[in-house]
């Protein structure tokens, strides 16, 4: 099996203007730099899978149904050009609770008692168990990674489907990582959130790291 992970382009969340805004995040948009990025970044993989051979005539994309995660998917596929196209909400990013939409040097102001709690998980070594308040820990989206694992194990040994391409978020990209490969959470804390269109690959439960450094 082949797979394609890749997050999504620069967003208005990434470059601080959603801090105004206060879109909720599931509706924040990809910015003009991140729509150029993903056009970008979707060219190199088209060229990328002919130069290694990839046959993506049973290819299937995987998406979160996240505003900026379905441009993304958007703009790769002007390259790409696949017609399968699936959404899952398993895929979505780590739910941020009351941090939602709220810039990180705030949080202590505003949710002082939560904020102390959740930097006291995350500083023993808890990065991966800490679960934000009303939101969800690193260790929440693994488990519902798991289940969308069960979803294409199953399209490949029914129907054959042997390459996708997934277009997800930071947090998600690395639970997919630690469950498919088994990695500790010790990995977890040490692995660093990838760049926005970030591609790492998986070719035969190998590894290959990010690609389009």
Known sequence: MHIFLIRHGESIANNGSNYIKRIPDHLVPLSDTGKKQAHEAGIWLANYCKEQNICLDNARIWCSPYCRTRQTCEEFNYSLNIQDIREDVTLIEQQFGLFDSVPEKEWGTLFPREYEEYQRQRQNCGKFYARLPLGESPFDVALRIHQFMGTIHRDYEKHGIDTLFIFTHGTTLRTFLLRWF???????????????????????????????L
Request: net charge neutral.
């Open 182 to 212: 088994h990695y500790s959470p010790e990995w977890f804390h040490e692995e660093k959130n990838p760049k926005n269109c970030w591609i790492r690959e998986i070719k035969n439960h190998k590894d290959c790291g990010y690609i389009n």
